[in-house]
């Protein structure tokens, strides 16, 4: 049996309306959490009081269980992604940054963007978080693993050799605070027709030649999470002079399409618009990395200050000596890294500075499991995927034998791994401060060296 109805009884038409107001309230909608909730959080994470007073402000004008919610888009206030966004391409001088969750998705957003896919390569190295490679079988690509050489990044001369018909990119990792020989790699992409994509994410802030990492390629990405130079939570950037590829990574980032500035338009070219996924950054992390960002410069000054004054502290020694840099000023400087002539000298080194109270590592010949070295990266080396089709590795698109992938497939690496000495360099550490560390490191030097 249905209500008796008459045309003119609709709302629509003039009749009374049904629904008048709803008696549930904000105040029924359960857990609230508020400005001191979140900063009780805040103030666990170890942020700034600064970063603090930023979240405060934005959690005071939004109370995240009631609209609007705590997202850029179709949020009446504006934007700290945004915001975030605007402050790094005006810092770096770069014409489009792409703010995302992670230094993953970064590079998934990045390698989406130059067209990373089924039957494409890609050539990482073999020192890097495996982050680096896993993104590109992640987007169907198959890395390519490179030796490092002995500036602890990737080897040029190696890169040329790996280079076949189905190379896509190159993706020089800036590691632990070291520049790749971005000359070098930007002239061996150019000649042979390839993108390059840096990995910055362990480098935030520092440069190569005066310019900064990250803007040199084709697209940088950085992960801005906590256990960075900067940042913090979880969040990454993309950054590119390009807008072609910005609009791809774009695409990528949000295949929700909010980025666009018509987000039901007609595609404005082919490729523009593809199933991606959802890589979008919160408002918190915004607010936060806005003011990290602020700080970039100024640190990466005091930790790369802080390198040369003990670097030129050293005396030298027979067998050990400071790793080669591509550009000592512009080294972001966090690790000193000083080669032994042997993985059993650089443990022997490290634990000596140790006890005279430096903070120093060796992975040494007892190197264990760790997914910053291409030996441990089982997951590629015996093509591990989500499902037991293989897909990129079995790919009909993939017209090749795979890479030789085994722990072996690049000695020169594990072996400069092995004997690398790596001193933690402080930011805050004084002039009397970098002269006790050089002291120390003379002394060790002096019987190990
Ligand atoms: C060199 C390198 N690339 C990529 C990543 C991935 O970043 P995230 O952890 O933010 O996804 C990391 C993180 O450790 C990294 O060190």
Known sequence: ??????????????????????????????????????????????????????????????????????????????SRVAMMETYAREAFG????????????????????????????????????????????????????????????????????????????????????????????????????????????????GTYKGKYLGTIGDMGCFSISSYKAVGAGEAGLVLTDDEWLYIRAASQHDTAACWRPDRFAEERRPGELFAGQNYRMSEMEGAVNLVQLKGMKDQAKRYNTAMRRVLNGLESFPRTKPRRSNDIEGDLGYNLILVADSGESAGQFAEALKAEGVPAGARGTRSSRDWHIYKYWEQILEQKTSTSVGCPYTCPYYDSPLPDYSPDMCAQSVELFERAIFISVNQWWTEGDCAKVAAAINKVGAIYG
């Open 1 to 78: 049996m249905t209500t008796e109805v008459l045309k003119n009884d609709l709302a629509i038409n003039g009749g009374p309306k049904v629904v008048q107001d709803f008696e549930a309230t904000a105040d029924h909608f359960g857990l609230k959490v508020g400005a001191e909730e979140f900063l009780a959080l805040a103030d666990t994470w170890g942020y700034s009081p600064e970063a603090q007073e930023k979240i405060r402000e934005i959690v005071e004008e939004e109370d995240p269980y009631v609209n609007p919610q705590l997202t850029r888009y179709y949020n009446p206030r504006p």
């Open 94 to 205: 770069v014409n489009y940054a792409l703010g995302v969750n992670s230094g993953t998705s970064a590079l998934m957003a990045a390698y989406t963007a130059c067209g990373v896919g089924p039957g494409t390569e890609v050539i990482v190295p073999a020192y890097t978080f495996y982050a680096s490679a896993a993104a590109v079988v992640a987007t169907k690509g198959i890395p390519v693993i490179a030796e490092i050489n002995d500036t602890y990044t990737i080897d040029p001369e190696d890169v040329e050799r790996k280079i076949t018909p189905r190379t896509k990119a190159i993706v020089p990792v800036h590691m632990v605070g070291v520049c790749a020989d971005m000359d070098a790699i930007m002239d061996i992409a150019r000649r042979h027709d390839l993108m390059v994509i840096e990995d910055n994410a362990q480098c935030c802030g």
